[in-house]
């Protein structure tokens, strides 16, 4: 079957406000441009993400498919976004089967705005079965945390918001295929998963290595999941790792990276997807406990 037709409607990402610094003097400034998207699956209203509106068509597929709800983009026949209406109409081919028992129990998370997810939070994690023999080396580790500081974002210009990217790491330069920003770092991953299903659905299969997940928020377990359930084997974050996401990290084998700015990081599981090359980390600094 193919795959489904997505409307066009990106939204302006930023907006324009009067505002009074610490001088007693007006001035303007850029604010992330939020507002809501009620989506609704076949005519049924199934919830309200609060988005930046970038790509929200690949936000809502990328939602459904990391909340197991379909199981292949080809289930959807369209995605439809009017933001007069503030709305997202899902057209299915078949409807989604025991859409109301898979919509009953919500997990309330972790995630900026009071993330929630649809079912056991934990579900087939241990079917999820990553590429052996993907790994990142610490040169492209540190090209990779570059790409992100050089490119020209919404943050740098109006804050508030959460950043993630999808690499290729496959040759020796890392590839950047996709970088989306959103008020919450769960709406940045799900549009990557929407992206992938849309463009390259090959990697959703068992067996495909060299992507890289790259976010600015902490990795806590939905992420690790979501990172996982679309096959990618490696993420790298700004921030650092919750317990239970180190928990679900370690039991699939996802190599975990964070703390990751300029030359330093963390590996907190699967070290050996990580080709480790010390000598480009530069001297090591002493620290106030070290002896002289």
Not at 33 to 42: G, I, P, Q, S
Not at 125 to 153: C, F, M, S, W
Not at 160 to 177: I, N, Q, R, T, Y
Not at 204 to 213: H, M, Q, R, T, Y
Request: glycine fraction near 8%.
């Amino acid at each position: 079957m193919p795959l489904p037709y997505l409307t066009q409607a990106r939204a302006p990402l930023t907006c324009d406000i009067d505002v009074v610094n610490e001088y007693g003097e007006q001035q303007k400034v850029s604010i992330p441009a939020e507002r809501a998207l009620t989506v609704y699956v076949d005519k049924r209203e199934l919830v309200t993400l609060m988005t930046l509106g970038a790509q929200p068509e690949l936000l809502v597929l990328g939602y459904l498919r990391n909340q197991r709800l379909v199981a292949q983009a080809s289930d959807i026949e369209s995605i439809t976004v009017d933001w007069d209406v503030g709305a997202a109409a899902v057209k299915t081919w078949h409807g989604i089967k025991d859409i109301e028992e898979k919509t009953a129990k919500r997990v309330v998370t972790t995630g900026c705005g009071q993330g929630s997810v649809f079912g056991g939070l934990m579900d087939e994690v241990d079917q999820i079965v990553l590429p052996a023999d993907a790994h990142l080396t610490q040169g492209q580790l540190y090209a990779l945390v570059n790409t992100i500081r050089l490119k020209e974002t919404t943050y740098k210009s109006a804050g508030s918001v959460h950043a993630c990217a999808l690499f290729d790491v496959a040759g020796s330069e890392p590839k950047m295929l996709l970088f989306v920003e959103d008020v919450g770092r769960h709406n940045a991953i799900d549009t990557i998963a929407g992206w992938m299903w849309m463009n390259m659905a090959a990697t959703l299969a068992p067996g495909v290595s060299g992507l890289v997940f790259y976010t600015t928020g902490r990795l806590t377990s939905e992420m690790v999941i979501k990172s996982a359930q679309m096959g990618v084997p490696m993420v790298v974050s700004r921030s650092g790792i919750t317990q239970m996401g180190h928990q679900v990290a370690q039991a699939v084998g996802l190599c975990a990276i964070g703390r990751a700015t300029n030359r330093r990081f963390v590996c907190y599981s699967a070290p050996q997807r990580l080709h480790l090359q010390p000598e480009l980390a530069g001297p090591k600094l002493r620290t106030p406990a070290e002896p002289r």
